[in-house]
């Protein structure tokens, strides 16, 4: 009896399971088409508006203006530079980070600083938006003193911080599933463990790093509060990097949080600003996965 209980009970999860499991999958995809046809219906709502000429080959934002313009470039132009700058900071100190947990750190170092770096990816992105502002900012001023209080170095710099735990968590995952026998191997014909490290152990996880970069580039384009506390609220397609700019997600929090009307062309804006950053992270995504499938080794 006892077995034929447990018998039944195993043959109706096993029926169950995967239809629960089938549903939450199903949540999922239908949670992320709903979003996708609200923002491509309200993008379209937006360019019955304004021509589509307008919003991509013009270089002006204002869109507040007694005569608006919609040029989506200086937005564009504002999130490029944070995230250039972020990439510059974060690649050297996160791939560094790996290398050295992975070719160089004790287990007992590896497990002390691994977790201390995976720590700044717990902090709120609000209080790295206040350090921006209040610490890096001044600090910069009173190297440069022509900065602004808002510009793009500020924030490029604390966007590059908040990033290196995802660079350097996902390359000292790719290194350390290198096989052992490859670095003795090196070793064994003489090589330092540097050596090792930049020429063997690097181009083997190649595919893992560049992976991790990329993800990492995409989260610093859409990254919200830390640019909306420090690089300011004035969109700008030049190159000058002391001035203050705005981003796309940044603009998205201003008229978000009131600054234009509901069903204003300013407030429908906001749905194609979106769709612009959603299409720059699909293309960073697919780039990752490329890189992933492309320089993937197999041991």
Known sequence: MIEDKQSKSKVTSDKVVPKVLALIALISILTTLGILVTLLTETITFFTRIPLT???????????????????????????????????????????????????????????????????????????????????????????PDINSFNSISPGIVVGIMIIPLISSMSEDAMSSVPNKVREGALGMGATKFEVARKVIVPAATSGIMASIVLAISRALGETMIVSLAAGSTPSSSFDLTNSIQTMTGYIVQVATGDATFGSTAYYSIYAVGFTLFIFTIIMNLISQWITHRFREEY
């Open 54 to 144: 307008e919003f991509l080959f013009t270089a002006e934002w204002s869109p507040f203006t007694s005569s608006p313009k919609y040029g989506i470039w200086a937005l564009i132009m504002g999130t490029l530079k944070i995230t250039v700058i972020a990439t510059i900071v974060a690649v050297p100190i996160g791939l560094g980070s790996a290398i050295y947990l992975s070719e160089y750190a004790s287990k007992t170092a590896r497990k002390i600083i691994k977790p201390t770096l995976e720590l700044l990816s717990g902090i709120p992105t609000i209080v790295f938006g206040f350090f921006a502002l209040t610490f890096v900012t001044p600090l910069l001023r009173s190297i440069f």
